[in-house]
C-alpha cells in the first residue's frame, strides 16, 4: 500500500542511491522537515523536483517531489517541503529516513574535488613509513572536513584527519588509497 506521499512513478534504472541528507524533524505544523545535509550542493534541497526518499531497511526508495526548501543559516540544516506531507504528524512520521538522488545525478567535480561516497573504504597510507594505516569510514564537516580513519593497529580505533592538502597530498581513487604526511600526534589515539 503507497502512502499519500509516494508517487507510483518507476525509480530510474540505478541500484546506486547518492544520500544527500538526512531528515531530522518537523517544522512547524504545516508539514514542513529539517533536512541535515550530506551533500555539498544546495541546489539539491533548493531546487523542486524528483528526489527519492528511504526509510528504515526498505529496499527500494520511494519517489517524492520536493516542493521548496530554504537553508536555515546558523543551524546548518534545511528545511524542505515535500508534496502530500501536509501535517506534523506526517512529517514526525519521516524522522530519520534519508533523501537520496541516483548514482547517475552525480554533478562533475573540479579537479582536486572529491565525492564522499569515493573516499569512503580508501586505504590510508603513510607517505613517511609507507606502512597501511587503515581505511576511511567517514567525513565530517568541521570548518576544515575531517576523514574518519579506522586504524588497523590497535583494532577498531579511529582518527580524525584534517583533508588538508599538507596533510593528504595524495589521492588515487583508481589505486583505492590515499597518502598522508601526518604530524607528531596525529595518528595517536588516546586511552
Known amino acids: ?6 508517487s507510483k512513478s518507476p525509480t530510474p534504472n540505478s541500484d546506486k542511491w547518492l544520500e544527500i541528507g538526512t531528515i531530522v524533524a518537523p ?11 550530506t551533500t555539498d550542493f544546495p541546489e ?4 523542486p523536483g524528483v528526489r ?5 531497511n526498505a529496499a527500494e ?30 512529517a514526525e512520521a519521516l524522522r530519520q529516513c534519508k533523501l537520496l538522488v541516483p548514482e547517475s545525478d552525480r554533478p562533475t567535480l573540479s579537479e582536486q574535488e572529491y565525492h564522499v561516497s569515493d573516499l569512503i573504504g580508501l586505504e590510508v597510507v603513510n607517505q613517511t613509513t ?17 576523514l574518519e580513519v579506522k586504524l588497523h593497529q590497535p583494532p577498531s580505533e579511529k582518527v580524525l584527519i584534517p583533508f588538508v592538502k ?20 596525529l595518528l595517536e589515539v588516546n586511552q
Not at 131 to 145: H, K, M, P, Q, R
Open 166 to 185: 599538507a596533510i593528504v597530498p595524495v589521492i588515487n581513487l583508481e589505486a583505492g588509497c590515499l597518502e598522508i604526511v601526518p604530524p607528531p600526534g
Open 130 to 146: 609507507a606502512e597501511t594505516i587503515g581505511v576511511v569510514v567517514n567525513l565530517f564537516s568541521a570548518g576544515n572536513d575531517l
Open 27 to 37: 517544522q512547524g505544523l504545516e508539514g514542513e522537515l529539517r533536512v541535515y545535509p
Open 1 to 6: 500500500m503507497m502512502n499519500e506521499w509516494q
Open 44 to 47: 539539491r534541497f533548493e531546487q
Open 52 to 56: 527519492w526518499l528511504r526509510c528504515g
Open 61 to 90: 526508495p520511494q519517489v517524492v517531489e520536493l516542493l521548496q526548501g530554504r537553508y536555515l543559516r546558523g543551524k546548518g540544516l534545511y528545511v524542505v517541503k515535500l508534496a502530500g506531507i501536509d501535517n506534523r504528524n506526517q
